[in-house]
T-cell receptor, first 116, second 115 residues
Framework: AQTVTQSQPEMSVQEAETVTLSCTYD???????LFWYKQPPSRQMILVIR??????QNATENRFSVNFQKAAKSFSLKISDSQLGDAAMYFC?????????????FGTGTRLTIIP | SAVISQKPSRDICQRGTSLTIQCQVD?????MFWYRQQPGQSLTLIAT?????????ESGFVIDKFPISRPNLTFSTLTVSNMSPEDSSIYLC????????????FGQGTRLTVV
């Protein structure tokens, strides 16, 4: 079974600065999908960014980028120019590539605080 | 992505009673999922709701406790039966299309408190 580990329960960053959230995972599959989801106090899970394991290029979405190290099974999220609206719980998630087995396995989350 | 409406958004229930949570998607989807998020915890999959057949439950979750219906491609319900305080959690509905290269999207969740 796949596992996802987030070793930072809480992080804080000054507004406009850069922060990196860590995520490691364990799997025996060679192809898979990785995601970062954001959960603000509204409880809505919002997709931040995704990465396909077969792609060597790191995904980027505006101020959000990942550092995907497949051999190390590491998938960190970098948030640049942090904004107050980035404050939330961030969950790293894994998904198998197999059709019909598309459940998400989540890490324990990192609570990000933005300091004005 | 489609929009998921979940009802109720929150409820306070007496132990021993049951609550049914509804999940409505504004477009047809092939897969629907129910997750539980206990206080301060991560999300754990309860089951995959299958249209026209019985749900597929994850280890540790059983149909008698969490019966699920999925009568069509846009709607599902999760019932939390014979509730105890340990069932106090956020319950989230999720959905995605059948294409592998698509993301799952989520409802806003139901915050359940059992007293």
């Amino acid at each position: 079974a796949q596992t996802v580990t987030q070793s930072q329960p809480e992080m804080s960053v000054q507004e406009a600065e850069t922060v990196t959230l860590s995520c490691t995972y364990d799997t025996s599959e060679s192809d898979y999908y990785l995601f970062w989801y954001k959960q603000p106090p509204s409880r809505q899970m919002i997709l931040v960014i995704r990465q396909e394991a077969y792609k060597q290029q790191n995904a980027t979405e505006n101020r959000f980028s990942v550092n995907f190290q497949k051999a190390a099974k590491s998938f960190s999220l970098k948030i640049s120019d942090s904004q107050l609206g980035d404050a939330a719980m961030y969950f790293c998630a894994y998904r198998s590539p197999n059709f019909g087995n598309e459940k998400l396995t989540f890490g324990t989350g990192t609570r990000l605080t933005i300091i004005p | 992505s489609a929009v998921i409406s979940q009802k109720p958004s929150r409820d306070i229930c007496q132990r021993g009673t049951s609550l049914t949570i509804q999940c409505q998607v504004d477009s047809q989807v092939t897969m629907m999922f129910w997750y539980r998020q206990q206080p301060g915890q991560s999300l754990t999959l309860i089951a995959t709701a299958n249209q026209g057949s019985e749900a597929t439950y994850e280890s540790g979750f059983v149909i008698d406790k969490f019966p699920i219906s999925r009568p069509n491609l846009t709607f599902s319900t999760l019932t939390v039966s014979n509730m105890s305080p340990e069932d106090s959690s956020i319950y989230l509905c999720s959905a995605k299309t059948g294409t592998l290269n698509t993301e799952a999207f989520f409802g806003q969740g139901t915050r359940l408190t059992v007293v």
